[in-house]
């Protein structure tokens, strides 16, 4: 009975995307959206990869990792080597991308995680920013001059299908036993010790799924703004992602989505006041922090009951607009 | 390159690396004094250094000020800065999780460096010439009289810093928030005063690095702070987060290994081999170098 339950929604939920993305898809055709908020729509798509994907590391986990930029950068450079030099179609490129970047977050998680709290989150911006101080002395990729010549590969369909993909994903290995697991790691690390959670391997596991969606946007990216760049991949952009985590609500999908689609607009919004945008950018951090610290979801998730209870309410659910 | 100009450089390596690092020892006292009380990675704290460094800009180049009143003049904007965004910005979140606060943080480290780059413009100004500069020459190696300033100053700072921790009735109350805020507290102890003193302290220490910089350098702009902030950090997780004498050490031993790094192999890599010795710390010996022996959190 519950599966059935289960499979109704998640039809439900497969013709909602399809709506949406045949809306807009639509649109695009028609020349209703121009070419600027085309490309904010397909950022808009790589971003909830990269906050949907730091949200199961840092909202669900609950470990503290402010590098996924360099996890994206691997991502990017991996793709675009297999595209230019090795002429291997997309798909596989972006399946490398991921590969690499879930590898590498293996190998970093492994020795990194035993540390919690801030120092996890201080040694993970260093290796993010060791990551993008080697790719710029690698000069095979370009250095410091980034990788030119990607071929556009990325448009709606690509990013809309992967960004569906990864929710999809990260959804149902909350879902699983092992997203339990990992939740339980969040909770409490000794009681979940305590009831035989191998801690140390879903914490190395969340990590190491989110470093691989990283790379899958990473990949999406580069494919997309034909370079990829190491300045594109500082720590400021692991910030962002990091900030859009929690603006949405640690351990929240949708409010990491919400996040993403509302960050992305605004800044897109402000692009035409360029010396003003990150004031209000910073500023809106600021008060939306004061004001509502657990972020806009907390860690709830938006659901048809929560809606409805919103409408038939108090009537505040106006960021839900969209 | 034969043995004896190899020591010769070494020790000209050694001199610019001590000048550096004591700038990143004064940013990274800050940065331990603010993590010490309230367990806060400042973001912003990078930032407060480069409004120091322009409050001394403005207080030489509009009031023609000489160097020390301007940098006392910079060191108290600073300060007062630093007291406003505790109030402001931290307070308000004090029972909230860390993450928020670390939000918050950012979000005051972006505010303060565009809000910059909007009032004193994105370019980078030229640090007026405050003394003649003279060049000592010592064996072949070369210093500097902005390097023996630097020196001095932050000695002097250090020093000061030190007394204040250690003998007054302020320092003993830091000491014992940083120790434990509750039991502080139902000792009698204003909490918020003391961290509000704490920011005061650690923000006019960052300033005073960010006028020794202009000096050294000649050059300011509104991101100057964005990596030596990260530096310091670094440098006082190496001496040890929440010792004053480690975060010192940490900064000479960062200054003098980015020198060495800069000099004999590539500055490129400067940036990557004090990241990478922030993680072998961490791996290695979390609390840092001189983090467990000496429980003088502050």
Redesign the interface.
Known sequence: MKLLQKTKSDIMALVACLAVYAIIQTLILTDVIGPFWQLNIVLIGINIILVVSLNLI?GFTGQ?SIGHAGFMAIGAYVSAVLTVKFQLPFIAAIAGGALGAGALGFAIGL??L??N???L???T???G??IR??I??ISYVGG?SGFMGIPRYTDFTWMFAFTVFTVFVIKNFIDSTHGRACISVRENEIAAEAMGVDTTKYKVLAFTIGAAFAGVAGSLFSHYFYIAHPASFT?MKS?DI??MV??GG?GSISGSITAAVLLTFVSAALASYP?????I???M??IL??YR??GLFGNKELSLKMLSRWTGGKKHGSTQGN | MDSSSLIVQFGQQLINGISLGSIYALIALGYTMI?GII?L?NFAHGDIYMVGAYAGFFATTMFKFSFIPALIFSMAAAGVIGMVIERV?YR??RN?????????A??????L???G??LVSPQPRTFPVLFESEVYNIGGMVINSQQVVILVVSLLLMVILTYVVNKTKMGKAMRAVSFDTEAAQLMGIDVDKVISFTFGIGSALAAAAGVLVGIYYNSIDPLMGIMPG?KA??AA?LGGIGSLPGAMLGGTILGIIEALVSGFW?S??R??VA??I??II??WK?AGLLGKNIREKV
Do not use: H
């Not at chain 1, 010396?275 to 004031?279: A, F, K, P």
């Not at chain 2, 950012?106 to 505010?111: A, D, E, N, T």
């Open positions: 840092n503290f020795p990194t035993r540390l709290g801030d120092y989150a201080i040694a911006l260093g290796l920013e060791i101080i080697t710029l002395n410091a720590f910030f990091l900030t929690v603006l640690l010396e003003w945008r990150m004031i950018y910073s500023l951090l600021i922090m004061l610290p657990q | 993590y367990r990675i910005a308000p979140l909230a999780p860390k993450i928020a606060i670390l939000i918050t950012i979000g005051v480290s972006l505010f460096e565009y809000g780059m909007l990260l950090f670094v997780v590539s490129t890599f940036d990557a990241f990478a922030l993680i961490l791996l979390p």
